[in-house]
């Protein structure tokens, strides 16, 4: 839409960034959305949906309050000054934890494999962090 409005007004130049960003944002929020359903359908679906949700809960949680209170190297102070390496580590170590918590009372898998999913969920989110305060970084 702010593209087509955008080339309305004789502006293209000045619409391909901010269109391409809509349409990124589009994509993801569609490409989640239908994941997540996925997911809800698998058996013990419902606990693979709070389980994912979690991860990202508690990497978001034990990030700030790790960076908070030990944090004082910053991770990319040009991208997003107010995330910390110690941040990034207590992320982890909360993402770790909880999911085998979250394994133990209610999935029973092996718990390599949680701890492999606990870990890529964690890089994951922060890199989506780092990625999402570079775009808002760029764009006000």
């Not at 293209?12 to 990124?24: D, E, H, Q």
């Not at 993801?28 to 709070?50: D, K, T």
């Not at 492999?116 to 989110?125: D, F, I, M, N």
């Amino acid at each position: 839409i702010l593209f087509l409005a955008e080339l309305a007004k004789k502006r293209f130049y000045l619409s391909l960034t901010p269109a391409g960003l809509s349409l990124r944002s589009l994509l993801l929020f569609g490409s989640c959305a239908y994941y997540l359903l996925q997911l809800r359908m698998l058996p013990q679906g419902l606990a693979w949906v709070f389980f994912l949700l979690g991860l990202v809960w508690v990497n978001d949680s034990a990030a700030y309050f790790s960076g908070k209170r030990w944090g004082q190297r910053r991770l990319a102070p040009s991208i997003s000054p107010g995330k910390t390496q110690e941040g990034a580590v207590g992320a982890v170590l909360g993402c770790l934890l909880f999911g085998m918590a979250f394994n133990y009372f209610f999935l029973h898998q092996s718990s390599w494999a949680i701890l492999c999913l606990a870990l890529g969920t964690s890089v994951l989110a922060q890199l989506s962090d780092v990625d999402s305060f570079f775009i808002t970084g760029s764009w006000g």
